[in-house]
Nanobody
């Protein structure tokens, strides 16, 4: 089985930065071969994909975060990262990592990011 644990969230002022980490345990080889993504969900709103990274390191971003967020991965550490700069109040959400397709069994507790104005 695979477990994904998100960390690094917190309270930050608008314009500030945070780096989120997603540490994987279990069947790591399978995770490292997959396209991974960071998702976010605000209360009462749909979960949305904000960034993705393939096993080869190619990245894509939602228009709302492009130029501000950077997704990366270190397969030797079984970890996916999300560097978030120039944070806005609209970025406030719980952030989750998962595969590109969002496998139901892989959703964790997420990490809360709160951006104050």
């Amino acid at each position: 089985q695979v477990q994904l644990v998100e960390s690094g969230g917190g309270l930050v002022q608008a314009g500030g930065s945070l780096r989120l980490s997603c540490a994987a345990s279990g069947s790591i080889f399978s995770i490292n071969a997959m396209t991974m993504g960071w998702y976010r969900q605000a209360p009462g709103r749909q979960r949305e994909l904000v960034a993705g990274i393939t096993s080869g390191g190619y990245t894509k971003y939602a228009a709302s975060v492009k130029g501000r967020f950077t997704i990366s991965r270190d397969n030797t550490k079984n970890t996916v990262y999300l560097q978030m700069n120039s944070l806005k109040s609209a970025d406030t959400a719980v952030y989750y990592c998962n595969t590109e397709g969002g496998r139901s069994a892989y959703w964790g507790q997420g990490t809360q990011v709160t951006v104050s104005s």
